[in-house]
């Protein structure tokens, strides 16, 4: 089946799509309180009139009239979502001090001087009575041993001005206004030892119960006897926790093409769900009883998610299994391209802002280049018979190659770089990563109950991390490991990606259109690269 053929069976794809496009020319036209929103909707109200009375005509016009009207109230519902999310983080803060009550709501980031915590600000008192504000913030608080001691749900009451986000200098390349307006944040405020203090706080929530026990893993790992690179990378894998990594590390797996070892994504989540997978096998054996068996799975992934902070490319993870555990038991034919697209589509519409999100790019991108590619590398290794270890490697190595396919364009753009050498570093990482996290969450069970078996094991944990670090420095190291091209623009991403849809078109249906179509895009490329 060509790929063209694939995507055009995929109906909600193309929706889903438009409905992406209405973001992004959001984003382009965005201005606060702008009548533009209204004019969003009553498009997307003829739109949906018109898609309501062709959705069920038989003339070939028609037909196309409900299709361009569905792809019409996408985009418009798209936009719409955009601007209204904008147009409630945007917030206008009093120009003079004031008292603010606000809860922390991620784990605090130490640094030097600072200590970063991203609150919910709700409520502000204003004379004698609080307002309700109800906003995000970036709260800068000197560091010290109260600051760094707080954690998710703590409540702390400060004084001072709030202010827009904005960027602290004009010769910084990096927009922090933008990224932190797309993080969702309205404000940030700096705050020194006595602007603030701890109030007595409620009980917190399960979100906040489940990020509190990471700080308490990163704690344990802390004192173990892991050393600083074995501790970022113990952190970094099981928990997305980044802090204890140096400079020198991250530089490291970046030119052995290991980033994506460090960052929580659909690898991470596929490993910890065949494991569980496997447990759950031995633990609830009757087929009577799947249904109980992957429920179990599935609440265990989404605890997950919340000890990890859920950031977007776990959320897409989990989200994909829940989706396709369901479609499973309703109609026991599910489509993994779909259940992506349908992901995309519910977590777009919950929070539109994460289309912004590199790690929502890369891992969208990834995904969706590995379905759509993995029929045709299932089809070449099932038809030459290649044996079962052989075939595992050849796995890993295909879809190495389609991850690569699907994201580094976006590499390229947000980034700057490639690793040459990313096939190699995967066939030696993947299978080590699988012991890694098995062993990881043995180590946590013997950790809690304090049993003496975690030191021997912690051990071994340091062991292993030490030979990943050291053979992937070893090839970071070598000639021309990455390629470095510092300035490749959104528009350069986007012909690069349809440089390759007509490469591989024409690859696998030798069609002699669709090599035309790549040169004439190669051509666009190069323009884009030397304007």
């Given at each position: 089946?060509?790929?063209?053929?694939?995507?055009?069976?995929?109906?909600?794809?193309?929706?889903?799509?438009?409905?992406?496009?209405?973001?992004?020319?959001?984003?382009?036209?965005?201005?606060?309180?702008?009548?533009?929103?209204?004019?969003?909707?009553?498009?997307?109200?003829?739109?949906?009139?018109?898609?309501?009375?062709?959705?069920?005509?038989?003339?070939?016009?028609?037909?196309?009239?409900?299709?361009?009207?569905?792809?019409?109230?996408?985009?418009?519902?798209?936009?719409?979502?955009?601007?209204?999310?904008?147009?409630?983080?945007?917030?206008?803060?009093?120009?003079?001090?004031?008292?603010?009550?606000?809860?922390?709501?991620?784990?605090?980031?130490?640094?030097?001087?600072?200590?970063?915590?991203?609150?919910?600000?709700?409520?502000?008192?204003?004379?004698?009575?609080?307002?309700?504000?109800?906003?995000?913030?970036?709260?800068?608080?000197?560091?010290?041993?109260?600051?760094?001691?707080?954690?998710?749900?703590?409540?702390?009451?400060?004084?001072?001005?709030?202010?827009?986000?904005?960027?602290?200098?004009?010769?910084?390349?990096?927009?922090?206004?933008?990224?932190?307006?797309?993080?969702?944040?309205?404000?940030?405020?700096?705050?020194?030892?006595?602007?603030?203090?701890?109030?007595?706080?409620?009980?917190?929530?399960?979100?906040?119960?489940?990020?509190?026990?990471?700080?308490?893993?990163?704690?344990?790992?802390?004192?173990?006897?892991?050393?600083?690179?074995?501790?970022?990378?113990?952190?970094?894998?099981?928990?997305?926790?980044?802090?204890?990594?140096?400079?020198?590390?991250?530089?490291i797996y970046a030119d052995a093409g290991a980033s994506h070892i460090l960052a929580l994504s659909g690898l991470h989540v596929g490993v910890l769900y065949a494991i569980l997978a496997f447990v759950m096998r031995g633990a609830v054996p009757s087929r009577r009883l799947r249904w109980l068996r992957e429920l179990l799975i599935i609440a265990i992934l989404w605890l997950f998610a919340l000890l990890v902070g859920m950031p977007a490319s776990v959320i897409r993870a989990v989200s994909m299994c829940t989706l396709y555990t369901l479609a499973r038991w309703i109609s026991h034919d599910s489509s993994p391209l779909h259940t992506l697209t349908l992901t995309a589509l519910i977590m777009l519409v919950l929070r539109p802002l994460y289309l912004f999100d590199v790690s929502f790019q890369l891992s969208f991108m990834s995904m969706a280049s590995i379905l759509i590619l993995a029929p045709y590398v299932e089809q070449f290794t099932t038809s030459r018979s290649v044996p079962h270890i052989p075939a595992y490697f050849l796995g890993i190595i295909c879809m190495s190659l389609a991850a690569q396919i699907g994201?580094?364009?976006?590499?390229?753009?947000?980034?700057?770089?490639?690793?040459?050498?990313?096939?190699?570093?995967?066939?030696?990482?993947?299978?080590?990563?699988?012991?890694?996290?098995?062993?990881?969450?043995?180590?946590?069970?013997?950790?809690?109950?304090?049993?003496?078996?975690?030191?021997?094991?912690?051990?071994?944990?340091?062991?292993?991390?030490?030979?990943?670090?050291?053979?992937?420095?070893?090839?970071?190291?070598?000639?021309?490991?990455?390629?470095?091209?510092?300035?490749?623009?959104?528009?350069?991403?986007?012909?690069?990606?349809?440089?390759?849809?007509?490469?591989?078109?024409?690859?696998?249906?030798?069609?002699?259109?669709?090599?035309?179509?790549?040169?004439?895009?190669?051509?666009?490329?190069?323009?884009?690269?030397?304007?």
């Amino acid at each position: 089946m060509a790929i063209g053929e694939s995507i055009q069976q995929h109906p909600l794809l193309r929706l889903v799509i438009s409905y992406i496009g209405g973001i992004v020319l959001a984003d382009a036209l965005y201005q606060p309180s702008s009548s533009l929103a209204l004019c969003s909707m009553m498009v997307g109200i003829i739109a949906l009139l018109i898609a309501l009375l062709t959705h069920r005509a038989e003339r070939p016009t028609l037909r196309v009239t409900y299709g361009i009207a569905a792809i019409a109230l996408f985009a418009t519902l798209g936009y719409t979502s955009y601007t209204l999310t904008r147009d409630f983080n945007h917030y206008s803060w009093p120009t003079d001090e004031h008292t603010y009550e606000a809860k922390v709501i991620e784990l605090p980031r130490s640094r030097s001087r600072t200590t970063l915590c991203v609150v919910h600000i709700h409520a502000m008192r204003d004379s004698s009575a609080w307002t309700p504000i109800h906003r995000k913030a970036y709260a800068y608080l000197a560091t010290d041993t109260a600051s760094t001691s707080l954690l998710p749900g703590d409540v702390i009451c400060f004084r001072g001005k709030v202010r827009p986000p904005h960027n602290f200098s004009d010769e910084l390349t990096f927009d922090y206004a933008r990224h932190i307006t797309l993080q969702g944040a309205s404000g940030t405020i700096y705050l020194s030892h006595d602007r603030w203090r701890r109030i007595p706080t409620p009980h917190p929530t399960l979100r906040e119960r489940m990020l509190r026990l990471s700080h308490q893993l990163q704690t344990r790992y802390m004192r173990s006897a892991f050393c600083d690179d074995g501790l970022g990378i113990l952190a970094a894998l099981s928990l997305g926790d980044k802090r204890s990594l140096s400079d020198e590390l991250r530089t490291i797996y970046a030119d052995a093409g290991a980033s994506h070892i460090l960052a929580l994504s659909g690898l991470h989540v596929g490993v910890l769900y065949a494991i569980l997978a496997f447990v759950m096998r031995g633990a609830v054996p009757s087929r009577r009883l799947r249904w109980l068996r992957e429920l179990l799975i599935i609440a265990i992934l989404w605890l997950f998610a919340l000890l990890v902070g859920m950031p977007a490319s776990v959320i897409r993870a989990v989200s994909m299994c829940t989706l396709y555990t369901l479609a499973r038991w309703i109609s026991h034919d599910s489509s993994p391209l779909h259940t992506l697209t349908l992901t995309a589509l519910i977590m777009l519409v919950l929070r539109p802002l994460y289309l912004f999100d590199v790690s929502f790019q890369l891992s969208f991108m990834s995904m969706a280049s590995i379905l759509i590619l993995a029929p045709y590398v299932e089809q070449f290794t099932t038809s030459r018979s290649v044996p079962h270890i052989p075939a595992y490697f050849l796995g890993i190595i295909c879809m190495s190659l389609a991850a690569q396919i699907g994201t580094f364009p976006l590499s390229l753009h947000h980034f700057g770089t490639f690793p040459t050498y990313f096939l190699l570093t995967n066939l030696l990482v993947i299978p080590d990563l699988f012991v890694v996290l098995l062993l990881t969450m043995l180590w946590w069970i013997l950790a809690l109950t304090h049993l003496p078996q975690a030191t021997l094991l912690g051990q071994l944990l340091q062991h292993l991390t030490q030979g990943i670090n050291t053979c992937l420095s070893h090839i970071a190291h070598w000639p021309h490991a990455v390629l470095r091209t510092p300035h490749f623009s959104s528009l350069s991403a986007l012909l690069t990606y349809t440089v390759l849809f007509f490469i591989i078109t024409f690859i696998i249906q030798r069609r002699p259109r669709a090599l035309i179509y790549a040169l004439a895009s190669l051509l666009a490329l190069s323009v884009s690269l030397m304007v």
